[in-house]
């Protein structure tokens, strides 16, 4: 069956860098898009980035996030990245991968990875 797994989460201090990965396995095709979620306490999850993983590759940031962030995708080894720079206390928050097989939605997703941001 289709597997995300995530990993890179961890604690950093405030201007610091991480960077995430999620290694997708289970299915014969390759994902049409794939993006990263996170959900803080309290708060509805959000939308991170995406990025179409055929054609062009086109990518979408939150605005929160632009200029910090960078996703991208390694089709060889069907792994998602996140690349997370200049990280804010607001970051803090369950990162999750998600992969959008048929173009339809987000229907899989991986079982989250903790990002803390300390001041």
């Known amino acids: 069956q289709v597997q995300l797994v995530e990993s890179g989460g961890g604690s950093v201090q405030a ?21 990263w979620f996170r959900q803080a306490p309290g708060k509805e999850r959000e939308g991170v980035a995406s990025i179409y993983t055929v054609g062009g590759g086109s990518t979408y940031y939150a605005d929160s996030v632009k200029g910090r962030f960078t996703i991208s995708h390694d089709n060889a080894k069907n792994t998602l990245y996140l690349q997370m720079n200049s990280l804010k206390p607001e970051d803090t928050a369950m990162y999750y991968c ?21 001041s």
């Open 15 to 35: 201007g610091g860098s991480l960077r995430l990965s999620c290694a997708a396995s289970g299915y014969a095709y390759s994902s049409y898009r794939m993006g």
């Open 98 to 118: 998600a992969a959008d097989l048929e173009g339809s939605g987000y229907n899989y997703w991986g079982q989250g990875t903790q990002v803390t941001v300390s």
